[in-house]
């Protein structure tokens, strides 16, 4: 059964970083789009950045571009957010999430996109 598992959430001050990771177990990921979301209290889901089969294609949501940075390791079945710069409104529950789908990364930014999901990582940003 296909798994995947956040980590390196915490507490950080405003302008700090985290580098959260996710390892896929269960199945071979590495012909599979990623894409982390994050779900703050109160709000929906939303989609902050995507990243194709290979690594060679990544797509962000435009409040995360120069901050956050996407990437995948397929030999280590790892992917990982650099996140950078945080803010105190990028506090949530980050997950990501895997699909086969082969469509362009950039279309893939609904929760209905994604077949698998980690439990998700707490992102917590002080100010």
């Known amino acids: 059964q296909a798994q995947l598992v956040e980590s390196g959430g915490g507490l950080v001050q405003a302008g700090g970083s985290l580098r959260l990771s996710c390892v896929a177990s269960?199945?071979?990921?590495?012909?599979?789009?990623i894409g982390w979301f994050r779900q703050a209290p109160g709000k929906e889901r939303e989609f902050v950045a995507a990243?194709?089969?290979?690594?060679?294609?990544?797509y962000y949501v435009e409040f995360v571009k120069g901050r956050f940075t996407i990437s995948r390791d397929n030999a280590k079945n790892t992917m990982y957010l650099q996140m950078n710069s945080l803010k105190p409104e990028d506090t949530a529950v980050y997950y990501c999430?895997?699909?086969?789908?082969?469509?362009?990364?950039?279309?893939?930014?609904?929760?209905?996109?994604?077949?698998?999901w980690g439990q998700g990582t707490q992102v917590t940003v002080s100010s």
């Open positions: 999430a895997s699909d086969l789908r082969t469509r362009p990364i950039a279309t893939m930014v609904q929760i209905g996109d994604y077949e698998y």
């Open positions: 990243i194709n089969w290979s690594g060679s294609i990544t």
């Open positions: 269960g199945r071979t990921f590495s012909s599979y789009v």
